[in-house]
């Protein structure tokens, strides 16, 4: 599997096949293997981010979007202080945060 992380933080933003074919450089942009249309996130470049390849799934088989895990070094971790905002954010508003629907169980090799 390939990620795409942050440099500053390691936080992971995004989860790839390892035959889709990606490039950052000013811009990062994903041909999915599976003939899906591109994605392009403009706002990405080399400077602040990175493509990580060969990437083990976490033991709990589990990716949180929007940021709320860390890979470094081999070592994915979730970062709890911002679950912990995503809860605190959801219960402001009257709502409860259902963390089974806020992860994708892995089915990306």
């Not at 249309?37 to 390849?53: A, F, Q």
């Not at 929007?66 to 470094?72: K, V």
């Not at 709890?80 to 905002?85: I, Y």
């Amino acid at each position: 599997m390939q990620i795409v992380r942050k440099k500053s933080d390691n936080t992971v933003r995004h989860i790839f096949k390892d035959s889709d074919v990606l490039t950052l450089d000013t811009g990062f942009t994903c041909v999915p293997s599976d003939g899906l249309y591109p994605v392009s996130i403009p706002e990405y470049n080399s400077t602040d981010y990175e493509i990580v390849k060969d990437v083990a799934k976490p033991a709990n088989n589990r990716f949180y979007i929007g940021g709320l895990q860390t890979y470094d070094s081999g070592t994915w971790s979730l970062d709890t202080a911002a679950v912990q905002k995503v809860r605190d954010d959801h219960a402001a508003v009257g709502r409860t945060w259902d963390e089974d629907q806020f992860n994708i169980t892995w089915r990306i090799s």
